[in-house]
């Protein structure tokens, strides 16, 4: 009985590599065995367009404050057909405060869609500042087909091309200082007076308040004009390019103008000319007969 079951299990084990073996033959008869080659590295095909790379913030020649952030877009072309860049593998960038270049994303496969980004920069020391940023693209392409029997060989070449760009900042964590010239503390004989002052850095807003009325926005020394008699005090704002604030100064001072002699009428009636006139008249008519 065992002896029966053991040849019925090698027969049917014949049976299923027969039938196998047979699949195997009519398979690859109709779909050959496929290689594919991807190794050659070559330059990138003309008309390969690399990674574009749009910086958002910072803007380039603009001032931020203490926060800040790296904001910007990777942008993958698809100019060229089956030559274009297929994949970003790695991201990263280079910066004058950084004495080595920083990885921000490195991937064996990489992303194949447009990608946004955004780093934190407040660590960043004040001062002039520049910073790159580089993607490197990947792109392969068919070079050749070879056909050996049920073997076909394709055959790719493979390239890199690295795309980037660059905006030059400041970072102005400084706040600006104001230094009134004129007016000082003190008293002016005059009701016209001088708003003279100097602020430490280039200024996006100036302001005065005079007397806590309304602010005004002016661009540098003014004059202060038709001041009343009595006591005065004048505040003066500012804001860096950056929107760093100054420390508002106040500055306190009084009109008292000079005592003027009262100025005679110089109109007259019509009965005073003729009282003149009469009285000139008289006094000639005397002295010609005193004669």
């Given at each position: 009985?065992?002896?029966?079951?053991?040849?019925?299990?090698?027969?049917?084990?014949?049976?299923?590599?027969?039938?196998?073996?047979?699949?195997?033959?009519?398979?690859?008869?109709?779909?050959?065995?496929?290689?594919?080659?991807?190794?050659?590295?070559?330059?990138?095909?003309?008309?390969?367009?690399?990674?574009?790379?749009?910086?958002?913030?910072?803007?380039?020649?603009?001032?931020y404050q203490k926060n800040l952030n790296l904001t910007f877009d990777v942008i993958i072309p698809n100019t060229n057909g089956?030559?274009?860049?297929?994949?970003?593998?790695?991201?990263?960038?280079?910066?004058?405060?950084?004495?080595?270049?920083?990885?921000?994303?490195?991937?064996?496969?990489?992303?194949?869609?447009?990608?946004?980004?955004?780093?934190?920069?407040?660590?960043?020391?004040?001062?002039?500042?520049?910073?790159?940023?580089?993607?490197?693209?990947?792109?392969?392409?068919?070079?050749?087909?070879?056909?050996?029997?049920?073997?076909v060989a394709h055959y790719y070449n493979r390239f890199e091309i690295i795309g980037s760009s660059t905006v030059s900042f400041?970072?102005?964590?400084?706040?600006?200082?104001?230094?009134?010239?004129?007016?000082?503390?003190?008293?002016?004989?005059?009701?016209?007076?001088?708003?003279?002052?100097?602020?430490?850095?280039?200024?996006?807003?100036?302001l005065y308040c005079l007397d806590g009325k309304e602010n005004q926005t002016i661009t540098g020394s003014v004059s202060l004009?038709?001041?009343?008699?009595?006591?005065?005090?004048?505040?003066?704002?500012?804001?860096?390019?950056?929107?760093?604030?100054?420390?508002?100064?106040?500055?306190?001072?009084?009109?008292?103008?000079?005592?003027?002699?009262?100025?005679?009428?110089?109109?007259?009636?019509?009965?005073?000319?003729?009282?003149?006139?009469?009285?000139?008249?008289?006094?000639?008519?005397?002295?010609?007969?005193?004669?």
């Open positions: 009985m065992e002896k029966k079951k053991l040849v019925t299990a090698v027969f049917i084990s014949a049976l299923l590599f027969s039938a196998a073996a047979a699949f195997f033959v009519k398979s690859t008869q109709a779909n050959p065995y496929i290689h594919d080659y991807k190794g050659t590295e070559v330059s990138p095909p003309t008309g390969t367009q690399p990674p574009a790379i749009i910086i958002h913030t910072p803007q380039n020649g603009s001032f089956d030559k274009s860049v297929r994949t970003v593998t790695k991201l990263y960038y280079k910066a004058t405060w950084e004495p080595n270049e920083i990885t921000i994303s490195e991937q064996e496969y990489g992303f194949r869609e447009s990608t946004s980004f955004s780093i934190d920069l407040a660590g960043v020391s004040g001062g002039n500042h520049s910073i790159t940023i580089y993607a490197v693209g990947h792109g392969f392409y068919e070079a050749n087909t070879v056909v050996n029997g049920i073997f400041t970072k102005d964590i400084v706040s600006p200082r104001i230094s009134f010239l004129s007016p000082q503390n003190g008293t002016y004989a005059t009701s016209d007076v001088e708003l003279d002052f100097t602020v430490s850095e280039a200024a996006s807003e100036i004009t038709g001041l009343a008699e009595g006591a005065h005090n004048v505040t003066l704002y500012a804001a860096d390019l950056a929107g760093n604030t100054a420390a508002p100064q106040t500055l306190f001072f009084s009109v008292d103008l000079p005592e003027s002699f009262p100025i005679m009428p110089v109109t007259a009636s019509i009965a005073t000319v003729a009282l003149v006139s009469f009285g000139l008249g008289f006094l000639a008519y005397f002295k010609k007969h005193k004669k």
